[in-house]
T-cell receptor
Framework: GENVEQHPSTLSVQEGDSAVIKCTYS??????FPWYKQELGKGPQLIID?????GEKKDQRIAVTLNKTAKHFSLHITETQPEDSAVYFC?????????????FGKGTKLSVKP | DVKVTQSSRYLVKRTGEKVFLECVQD?????MFWYRQDPGLGLRLIYF???????EKGDIPEGYSVSREKKERFSLILESASTNQTSMYLC????????????FGNGTRLTVT
């Protein structure tokens, strides 16, 4: 089955710097890659996703890139702000009939220092 | 606004007790999920349901069962709680169809002593 590796597990940056979180996946049939952000005391929330027919997607300060050949995808946050501090999860899934095959990475705790 | 409500924020139970974790969504979503979140292990799927009275095992169903009698409600049941089930439990829902975003509740922190 699918296996998703996420690095780093913790990341500390200065406000205004960029942050990059990387994930690799094992199943070449996976074609959907969402990213979730979990703030303290809350459940995860979808922030951006990408499908395998697209190499890059951007939404304001957040971008995701996908390299299908290498089977890895990355989250890029530019001009980081203290409110970006949270735990970020990547995930991967294929075309299964339900969403029970969404596999999450172990998470990255991002700290943005003012 | 989309809302998934978990009945308890914190719960303390004793070993051997039967425990019910309740989740309600107000978005008329077809799919509902129960995840377990542990430090260093990420989110692991326990059970999910894509319709009333339907259920599917996730990656770690052992020691758990679920009930979905109504579309908006999905219950997680620990038949005989054990200390290794101390964890954060997250409920989520989504529309039917592939790759619909998951909407999570804020979680229930369960401690089994």
């Amino acid at each position: 089955g699918e296996n998703v590796e996420q690095h780093p597990s913790t990341l500390s940056v200065q406000e205004g710097d960029s942050a990059v979180i990387k994930c690799t996946y094992s199943d070449s049939a996976s074609n959907y890659f969402p990213w979730y952000k979990q703030e303290l005391g809350k459940g995860p929330q979808l922030i951006i996703d990408i499908r395998s027919n697209v190499g890059e997607k951007k939404d304001q300060r957040i971008a995701v890139t996908l390299n299908k050949t290498a089977k890895h995808f990355s989250l890029h946050i530019t001009e980081t702000q203290p409110e970006d501090s949270a735990v970020y999860f990547c995930a991967a899934s294929g075309d299964g009939g339900s969403q029970g095959n969404l596999i999450f990475g172990k998470g990255t705790k991002l700290s943005v220092k003012p | 606004d989309v809302k998934v409500t978990q009945s308890s924020r914190y719960l303390v139970k004793r070993t051997g007790e039967k425990v019910f974790l309740e989740c309600v969504q107000d978005m008329d979503h077809e799919n509902m999920f129960w995840y377990r979140q542990d430090p260093g292990l990420g989110l692991r799927l326990i059970y999910f349901s894509y319709d009333v009275k339907m259920k599917e095992k996730g990656d770690i169903p052992e020691g758990y069962s679920v009930s979905r009698e109504k579309k908006e409600r999905f219950s997680l049941i620990l038949e005989s709680a054990s200390t290794n089930q101390t964890s954060m439990y997250l409920c989520a829902s989504s529309l039917a169809g592939r790759h619909s975003p998951l909407h999570f509740g804020n979680g229930t922190r369960l401690t089994v002593t």
